[in-house]
Nanobody
Framework: QVQLVESGGGLVQAGGSLRLSCAAS????????MGWYRQSPGKERELVAG???????NYADSVKGRFTISRDNAKNSVCLQMNSLKPEDTAVYYC?????????????WGQGTQVTVSS
């Protein structure tokens, strides 16, 4: 039922930019907080950016000032603009609805999109 399709990842040099997109379906998108999460090998999946249903963003300290999250309720889409990328940003990026505390709402995860930042 719930579908989350991430796109936009790729290989970029440090200092470069990428824009990730997430197409969501199977739930009432407009009333849900949405988040971008990432997972690197050997590490737990972590929230990097969230946006409330009302459009208020939240960011992990590691990405503040570099990433911008946005949403388009008409398209059931949430995007993550990533600037000034660093090698430590390398991860698979996933989107999901968020809960209080920004834990993921749905146990289903999409395939994610790979972001690789070279030094």
């Amino acid at each position: 039922q719930v579908q989350l399709v991430e796109s936009g990842g790729g290989l970029v040099q440090a200092g470069g930019s990428l824009r990730l997109s997430c197409a969501a379906s199977g739930f009432t998108f407009s009333i849900r907080p949405m988040g971008w999460y990432r997972q690197s090998p050997g590490k737990e999946r972590e929230l990097v950016a969230g946006i409330t249903a009302g459009g208020t963003p939240n960011y992990a300290d590691s990405v503040k000032g570099r990433f911008t999250i946005s949403r388009d309720n008409a398209k059931n889409s949430v995007c993550l603009q990533m600037n000034s990328l660093k090698p430590e940003d390398t991860a698979v990026y996933y989107c999901n609805a968020g809960t209080r505390g920004w834990r993921p709402m749905y146990s289903y995860w999409g395939q994610g999109t790979q972001v690789t930042v070279s030094s």
